[in-house]
């Protein structure tokens, strides 16, 4: 079964400190995977997406996020977290054919320390 | 700006009283979503429409509804909203099964 798994529900960073937001997913093909960021009582935000081409993509805000199919992960980067980088944050998966399998990872909350 | 708008962005309702969220986006996206989200939750797809072709999921509740009556208008109608379907109602849209635009959510509270 398709599955999306974000094994850390909350994290706590320092400003400035850097960034890996984990996320694995099980899927029969090469599906389309997502990041997206959401505020508190927003919606959310794409951040960045991975289609096909370099398994590095690089995305809006300073993140970047890295696709290894051998490992089946897709985790989140940034090199420098700022205060207001303090969201939840979803990984997504999702496939080229059918939304109804369109799967949400069940989020991390990051935090920044001052 | 292309944007996806819901409206109202705060919706009270009593139990059992029907209740519509509306959704409109200016994107002209041919796919459009709906979410509900609740607290510290992934978002959970509710139905979706491709084009005028509406996709209900398995497990979404009957009653829960939805109209679009074109392409840049889709409704979520909750025929007797209980107290358990208090969350945020999320809208989305996507050309074809690309990324999606989320709008801002309309958070709503059932007493």
């Known amino acids: 079964a398709q599955s999306v798994t974000q094994p850390d529900i909350h994290i706590t960073v320092s400003e400035g400190a850097s960034l890996e937001l984990r996320c694995n997913y099980s899927y029969g093909a090469t599906p389309y995977l997502f990041w997206y960021v959401q505020s508190p009582g927003q919606g959310l935000q794409l951040l960045l997406k991975?289609?096909?081409?370099?398994?590095l993509v690089q995305g809006i805000k300073g993140f970047e996020a890295e696709f290894k199919r051998s490992q089946s992960s897709f985790n989140l980067r940034k090199p420098s977290v700022h205060w207001s980088d303090a969201a939840e944050y979803f990984c997504?998966?999702?496939?080229?054919?059918?939304?109804?399998?369109?799967?949400f990872g069940s989020g991390t909350r990051l935090s920044i320390r001052p | 700006d292309a944007m996806v708008i819901q409206n109202p962005r705060y919706q009270v309702t009593q139990f059992g009283k029907p209740v519509t969220l509306s959704c409109s986006q200016t994107?002209?996206?041919?796919?459009m979503y709906w979410y509900q989200q609740k607290s510290s939750q992934a978002p959970k797809l509710l139905f979706h429409y491709y084009d005028k072709d509406f996709n209900n999921e398995a497990d979404t509740p009957d009653n829960f509804q939805s109209r679009r009556p074109n392409t840049s208008f889709c409704f979520l109608d909750i025929r007797s909203p209980g107290l358990g379907d208090a969350a945020m109602y999320l809208c989305?849209?996507?050309?074809?099964?690309?990324?999606?635009?989320f709008g801002p959510g309309t958070r709503l509270t059932v007493l």
């Open positions: 997504s998966v999702g496939p080229s054919s059918s939304a109804s399998k369109i799967i």
């Open positions: 991975y289609f096909s081409g370099d398994t």
């Open positions: 989305a849209t996507s050309r074809d099964w690309n990324e999606q635009f």
């Open positions: 994107l002209n996206h041919n796919v």
